[in-house]
């Protein structure tokens, strides 16, 4: 999908154009959100839960450094080849080199929005060795030459007969034929025969523990699982943030992912991966590509808490109505528009934009991220850096201008009432980037500055 | 690559925000007043079924009656009278045609209906995942209320890999229907001796 030079709300434009898909896709999501609220209204303790969660996770970024140094001792005295890239493009590289010492140029991966931040399917793909997604989501919007839209729900933007059409052309399931049930069985077959011939494996880490050097990786297809107990080579991929303190962390933050991302009680596997089998290789590479450099923001550090749920946009009304691709960044949504700045502040100066604040995202988060905070103090940033979109700089500079003088200020909001009222065609344009998506006022008589003077001032 | 190391962590050192400590342990007010039932009741709201039996000889005729002529592979000497024999230290990839797998868990837990099961219990890690049909016994006794009581259970034990698994293998990729069996089993039951 070519999203070059667009940004959210132009995006938006493009999701909005079938208002039928945005009401069914506003719908799902807030199906979504609702079962999260009855699973988290079935634990008393939740609040305490998330309170936990949150301090631990405070902890981690307090104390990274020893935890990290931990955490690689451990998992090395386990078997465990560690690996370090500071970058995306290290990472790639380091995937690519442990396949290429193995001949391997054929492999699987299951769900992990790291390498998607990496973009290292298309890097792979570009030096010769086939990548096959495993999750089904991610399957289905690989076939479609997309990227996923939800972080937990990659297809989530998808209708069943689209994915029955791509299963038609790509796997040979009957033309027309778009039952779920049959769908996920033939996507069954074909990834079991995936899973029993491919040699290396790729996961995700959900947690990693310092003081094991274990790691957890969530699934509910099993797919993480197939995949890294069939291969002989198990290569796990994990971002620097993703380290608890100690084993018994786990209950506080398995008891609260599922249940904020889908409201299960918890995914079919939890499962945690310390020893390569007998035979097997198993590597893990802890990943920087910018963290540190949030680490070293305090306004928005703790956006590395996040436990990538989902449940900020499942929640937001401005995602559930825009769809995860106008967010042009790996991770979508509330928590996404927080991340992507500081990644890279021009590309993506647009997405705190992308928000009403209404903080719904920092009600529902499991680790108590401010997020709607963080992505009002990004838009300072990003306006004082001179990243602002050009049409909202220019806005902004108009008002300055306005608001400077009392005289101007007054002038201006006559001469706004009189285009108003006698030259509408002024304002209800295009031009105007308030009109694009709002109605304008009916037009008042008189300023509430003229409505004081002459009703309380002669008084 | 050794340079990375060493540059990632001087970046956290000098960027990482004055210490905060690590909370006390939460305190559960979760409670059961019969986590069995409540056990079962979340195992079939995902999926899965569980089975009162009074001993091995009830799950042996369970599994004549419900598997009848099929691949079954079990890691219970208890149940060798209705499994394959000699099949442990196959190649995985051969239990594909695994009909139905029957392992024991240590534990269960009754707020998600996850058992906790390590590799000595699985003998080869693949078989859990991938036959068709996965089978768990487990003690009346051994249902614990929550994950914090679970990982009190575990404590610092020591196994090369341990999965919680809590009902069939599913999805809900395509506009969120449920489908059990996405890539693993397609049904879960589980044999509690009470």
């Not at chain 1, 999501?29 to 301090?55: M, N």
Request: with cysteine; charged share 20%.
């Amino acid at each position: 999908m070519n999203t070059a030079f667009k940004d959210h709300s132009e995006l938006s434009d493009l999701f909005n154009k079938d208002e039928a898909r945005v009401d069914w896709h506003d719908e799902t999501l807030w199906f979504v959100r609702a079962k999260r609220d009855k699973a988290a209204h079935g634990i008393p303790e939740w609040e305490s839960l998330r309170e936990a969660a949150s301090q631990i996770k405070n902890n981690v970024l307090s104390n990274l450094q020893d935890y990290l140094v931990e955490f690689e001792e451990n998992a090395k005295k386990n078997g465990v080849t560690v690996h370090w890239a500071a970058d995306a493009a290290e990472h790639n590289q380091i995937v690519h080199k442990i396949l290429k010492d193995q001949g391997v140029n054929r492999l699987i991966k299951s769900k992990s929005m790291l390498t998607e931040e990496c973009h290292l399917n298309e890097y792979l793909k570009n030096n010769g060795v086939e990548v096959i997604d495993t999750d089904l989501g991610e399957r289905i919007v690989q076939l479609a030459e997309e990227p996923p839209s939800h972080i937990v729900l990659p297809c989530i933007h998808k209708k069943k007969e689209e994915i029955g059409d791509l299963f038609h052309e790509h796997l040979g399931t009957p033309a027309g034929m778009s039952d779920p049930v049959f769908l996920t069985a033939a996507a069954r077959k074909h990834l079991r025969e995936t899973f029993v011939t491919r040699k290396a494996a790729i996961t995700g880490v959900n947690f990693a523990v310092a003081e094991t050097g274990e790691f957890v990786v969530c699934t509910n297809e099993g797919n993480a699982d197939m995949g890294a107990h069939l291969a002989d080579v198990h290569i796990a991929c994990m971002g620097i943030e993703k380290i608890i303190p100690k084993r018994n962390n786990l209950g506080v933050f398995l008891r609260l992912l599922t249940r904020s991302a889908t409201g299960q009680p918890i995914t079919t596997y939890s499962s945690h991966f310390r020893k390569p089998r007998p035979g097997q290789q198993m590597h893990l590479i802890l990943v920087d590509n910018g963290r540190t450099t949030q680490l070293s923001r305090p306004d928005f550090r703790n956006s590395l808490k996040c436990i990538r749920c989902a449940a900020c946009m499942n929640t937001c009304p401005v995602y559930r109505r825009s769809g995860g691709h106008s967010y042009h960044t790996a991770i979508a949504g509330p928590i996404g528009s927080i991340l992507a700045p500081n990644l890279d502040m021009k590309e993506y100066a647009d997405l705190p934009f992308a928000s009403t604040l209404c903080g719904s995202c920092s009600n529902v988060c499991p680790v108590k991220i401010n997020i709607h905070e963080q992505l009002y103090k990004w838009r300072q940033v990003i306006v004082k850096e001179g990243y602002a979109p050009a049409k909202k700089a220019i806005a902004m500079k108009v008002m300055e201008f306005t608001l400077s003088s009392p005289l101007i200020y007054k002038n201006a909001g006559k001469a706004g009432r009189w285009f108003m009222k006698h030259a509408p065609f002024t304002v209800n344009n295009k031009l105007n980037l308030w009109y694009d998506h709002r109605e304008m006022p009916e037009v008042p008589k008189e300023s509430f500055g003229e409505w004081y003077n002459k009703n309380v001032k002669n008084d | 690559m050794t340079n990375s190391r060493a540059e990632i962590l001087a970046r956290i050192l000098q960027n990482q925000p004055e210490l905060s400590p690590l909370p006390a342990d939460l305190v559960t007010v979760t409670h059961y007043d019969n986590p069995i039932e409540n056990f079962k009741t979340i195992l079939s709201n995902i999926g899965g079924l569980a089975v009162n039996v009074l001993d091995y000889q009830g799950i042996q005729d369970y599994i004549k009656t419900h598997f009848p002529d099929q691949r079954i592979v079990s890691t219970l000497a208890e149940l060798s009278a209705v499994s394959e024999q000699g099949w442990e230290n196959l190649d995985p990839h051969s239990y594909e045609n695994v009909d139905l797998a029957i392992i024991r868990a240590h534990f269960g837990v009754a707020e998600n209906a996850a058992l906790w099961i390590t590799e000595d219990l699985m003998h080869q890690r693949a078989v859990p995942f991938i036959c068709q049909q996965l089978a768990v016994v487990i003690n009346a006794k051994d249902i614990v209320e929550t994950l914090h009581d679970a990982y009190v259970n575990i404590a610092d034990s020591v196994y090369g890999f341990g999965t919680f698994i809590a009902g069939p293998s599913k999805t809900a990729d395509i506009e969120q229907s449920l489908v059990l069996g996405a890539h693993g089993p397609k049904g879960m039951t589980v044999f509690i001796l009470d």
